[in-house]
């Protein structure tokens, strides 16, 4: 059963549950002004980020420091949208207690529940239903997008589909472009630096309509299939920086990609002999010891400790609450919150999942150039190891590059990993 749209407050009531208000139009925080809405789709599961994503869904996945939802919705606010519907369903509580109805993100934000996860273009319906007959944004929730691409759209006159080249593989099609007509094609979806649909769009209440009157789940196909039919053919907008979060490497790409825009912020203490280079963001009560090397693009969060001599690289995410020991040798990487890293451990183009330790002398660098996961073949050319959230690592381990370690996994002291660990059955 798919119930109506709920707006929560920010603060849970006494039961520890989210209370809510009715979703009505004139729910909007003071202050913030009307205009085009945004419907950000944010329902999944994500069953290929299982390790990360039991408890969330995969837009609550940090890059540099924010969720993927929060830079979304501050893409959002900057083109000038200031009316978002989520349409939430796996980990809804930990989008809305985080965004609450929007206000302190200076949006209006509501929401509706997907019950049943029953694909993209139901979840169109559903978010639709919240503003009938309005133009709408249409975002997934899996992306990474500057603010850029959505003043993109918002440049067009009517229906526009958002373009950028991919980097790795992209869900949502290539785009073929001829004359006027525009077409949307999934036989190559892995062509690197090939035209991709970004599953953003700017939508008609008319095609929004036609959309969601198909039987297909996704909406992308169900776009190919409309604009096969004949349909008049939408503008096509670009965005200067795009990234699609589908497998756990996606987020190397996605991190590296959101550090771009990292504002320098120096909160926490530096020790003596601390050598910082390039944009910089140290978090309130975070300690950097003496003799560590700090080279931007890198944020490190609050309450974090960097030990002695320590090299943190380029492109590189630290949650909160993150203990990282002496001489180790970071880049290219996102450790997640409340992750524990003893001395000498070598990382790069890494993914270190929330509250997992490593010991001493790990190693894990980019490796293989292709990789086993989900029982398929994928290109991990670039990528370190994947490690999931909860996981224990011991001293003088080796994680060969582009393998998965699934959440609570447990690796003894020595061993070397590759593939997905452990091994799932047929």
Excluded at 157 to 173: F, H, N, P, Q, V
Aim: glycine content about 14%; overall charge negative.
């Amino acid at each position: 059963m798919i119930t109506a749209s709920h707006s929560p407050s920010t603060n849970p009531d006494s039961s520890g549950e989210l209370s809510s208000l009715p979703n009505r139009k004139d729910d909007i925080p003071p202050g913030v002004r009307r205009g085009m809405r945004a419907v950000i789709l944010t329902a999944g599961e994500a069953a290929r980020l299982r390790g990360w994503t039991t408890n969330r869904p995969k837009g609550m996945l940090p890059l540099a420091n924010r969720t993927i939802l929060e830079h979304l919705v501050e893409g959002l606010r900057q083109a000038g949208v200031r009316q978002v519907t989520m349409v939430v369903g796996h980990g809804a509580e930990s989008v809305m207690s985080l965004f609450g109805d929007g206000g302190r993100y200076d949006v209006a934000i509501t929401y509706a529940r997907q019950e049943k996860l029953t694909g993209t273009l139901d979840a169109l319906r559903l978010g639709a239903a919240t503003a009938p007959d309005e133009e709408l944004l249409v975002v997934p929730g899996d992306n990474f997008v500057a603010s850029q691409g959505f003043a993109a759209l918002l440049e067009q006159d009517g229906e526009t589909l958002l373009a950028s080249e991919a980097l790795r593989w992209s869900k949502w099609g290539g785009l073929e472009l001829e004359g006027d007509a525009v077409r949307i094609n999934y036989e190559a979806p892995e062509a690197v630096g090939r035209l991709h649909f970004t599953g953003i769009a700017r939508l008609t209440p008319k095609t929004i309509t036609a959309l969601t009157s198909m039987k297909a789940r996704h909406l992308g196909q169900a776009l190919q299939t409309l604009l096969a039919s004949g349909a008049a053919p939408p503008a096509v907008a670009m965005a200067e920086a795009w990234h699609n979060i589908v497998y756990p490497w996606d987020l190397v790409g996605g991190n590296q990609i959101a550090l771009r825009y990292l504002q320098q912020e120096l909160a926490g203490t530096c020790e003596g002999g601390v050598t910082i280079r390039g944009a910089v963001a140290i978090g309130n009560g975070t300690r950097i010891a003496a003799g560590c090397y700090l080279q931007g693009p890198l944020t490190i969060g609050s309450g974090c400790h960097i030990g002695p001599g320590s090299v943190l690289g380029p492109s590189t995410t630290i949650g909160d609450g993150v203990e990282i020991g002496t001489h180790c040798e970071i880049a290219d990487t996102l450790i997640m919150d409340s992750t524990a890293i003893d001395s000498y451990t070598h990382l790069q183009a890494c993914i270190i999942g929330e509250g997992s330790d490593l010991g001493a002398h790990v190693i894990a660098l980019p490796g293989p150039d292709e990789a086993t996961y989900l029982q398929s073949q994928h290109s991990v050319i670039d990528r370190g190891a994947m490690v999931g959230d909860g996981c224990h690592i011991g001293d003088r381990v080796v994680l060969q590059g582009g393998c998965v370690l699934w959440r609570n996994a447990t690796v003894g002291d020595g061993e070397t990993v590759s593939g997905e660990f452990p091994a799932r059955k047929n």
